[in-house]
């Protein structure tokens, strides 16, 4: 069970890591357009923002690898 369950924690560790530094891209693409009063830079933010959250969360309980 314990494994499965570390499993799992790593499962979504790597999908929150890998959404925030996609999310990183599609901003600065926008940026580079000058797009970034445009409303999908807002919700990239948005999101950003909460993937970031997320990640400072993991850092806190030292659960990431630095």
Do not use: P, W
């Amino acid at each position: 069970m314990d494994e499965k369950r570390l499993q799992q924690f790593e499962k979504m560790l790597s999908a929150v890591q890998a959404e925030y530094e996609a999310i990183i891209r599609q901003m600065e693409e926008l940026k580079e357009k000058g797009k970034i009063r445009s409303v999908t830079y807002q919700q990239l933010l948005a999101r950003k923002m909460t993937y970031q959250n997320m990640l400072s969360m993991y850092e806190l309980y030292d659960l990431i690898d630095k």
